[in-house]
């Protein structure tokens, strides 16, 4: 017979019912959980990205500051306008490795490559993947940049009213990389020429610098379809020409002529590539006032187009 103090010294333990349904709890919130997680570490991850941009364009107005007109998109010989920003980031090694004498048997592409060979963090967003920091041709080591120039738009948009039809130039004859815009912050001239006297100023911006794009994001990785599979090149080449000097691939800088994300087909030349990027819903633009945007897939392309010219006079569209 069990004593009153034998009862008391017995407890009872969990049944496995018990332990099961404890587990299955615990299973639902963390199903419920791991989403929220995951939505906060993209929005972190959108807000380095945005913070990039913001260093860019920062980097961009204290250039004007200094020189009295906006960076050129190229150099005229094939170097990035981004070699030019790097003494305004912080990065001044790079500027002064770019303007040393190239030595015996060196060309500028050496040195350029040379460059590209360093990752800048400030030129890669944070939700992209590794793959993605290096550019598309194989066996170069180089690392690109996910932040370009906008050269303006192509073809035609629509005003929201409808009263109106905006045409946009673009290079003729087109270049065997793809189509080049020429109205935006940092295109070519009409002849395809890029230099420090092709480059504009602030007070060139007739739409208004608070409505018109400076620098987008092509982040986006290549689909396991392949309808998107980017090029891209190092983020110190600018521009390649041909033999005649005229503007072939534009590395840096990209015309707007489809919406974010938006591809009708395999890409096939650089010049090509849409604004993009892996963030949920849209793309970091950077307005030409040194403000920076999230640009949300569903924006209409017209009102893209409006905001990536300089002077077409577009009525102010309300970016969504």
């Known amino acids: 017979m069990f004593t009153k103090q034998n009862r008391r010294c017995h407890k009872k333990g969990f049944t496995l019912v018990e332990m099961l349904v404890v587990v299955a709890i615990i299973g639902v919130l963390m199903g419920l959980l791991f989403p929220a997680i995951q939505a906060v570490r993209q929005a972190s991850r959108r807000t380095v990205c945005l913070n990039n941009l913001r260093q860019l364009v920062l980097a961009t107005h204290n250039y004007q500051a200094s020189n009295n007109h906006l960076p050129p998109a190229d150099d005229g010989a094939g170097a990035s306008f981004l070699l030019e920003l790097t003494p305004y980031m912080d990065q001044l090694y790079y500027y002064e490795r770019f303007r040393e004498d190239l030595v015996s048997g060196e060309t500028l592409e050496d040195r350029l490559a040379e460059l590209s060979d360093d990752p800048l963090e400030i030129l890669i967003c944070s939700s992209s993947q590794e793959s993605d920091e290096l550019t598309t041709e194989e066996d170069t080591g180089q690392y690109t940049t996910h932040y370009f120039g906008v050269s303006g738009a192509i073809g035609a948009a629509q005003s929201s009213d409808g009263t109106r039809t905006y045409t946009y130039d673009e290079l003729n004859p087109q ?22 006297k092709t480059a504009i100023d602030l007070e060139d911006i007739l739409d208004g610098t608070s409505n018109t794009f400076a620098l987008g994001e092509i982040s986006r990785s290549k689909t396991a379809s392949g309808d998107y599979d980017p090029i891209r ?9 041909t033999t005649g000097g005229d503007l072939n691939a534009f590395f840096v800088s990209k015309s707007i002529e489809r919406g974010i994300n938006k591809e009708d087909s395999p890409i096939t030349t650089v010049n090509t590539m849409v604004f993009s990027s892996n963030h949920p819903g849209g793309a ?13 897939l569903k924006t209409d392309v017209d009102v893209l187009k409006a905001y990536a010219s300089i002077n077409n006079r577009e009525k102010p569209e309300i970016l969504r």
């Open 175 to 196: 270049p065997s990389s793809g189509k080049v815009a020429l109205n935006g912050v940092f295109a070519p001239d009409s002849q395809g020429r890029i230099s420090s």
């Open 233 to 241: 090149a190092g983020w110190a080449f600018g521009a390649q020409y």
């Open 284 to 296: 970091q633009f950077a307005l030409a006032d040194g403000s920076c945007r999230f640009i949300k």
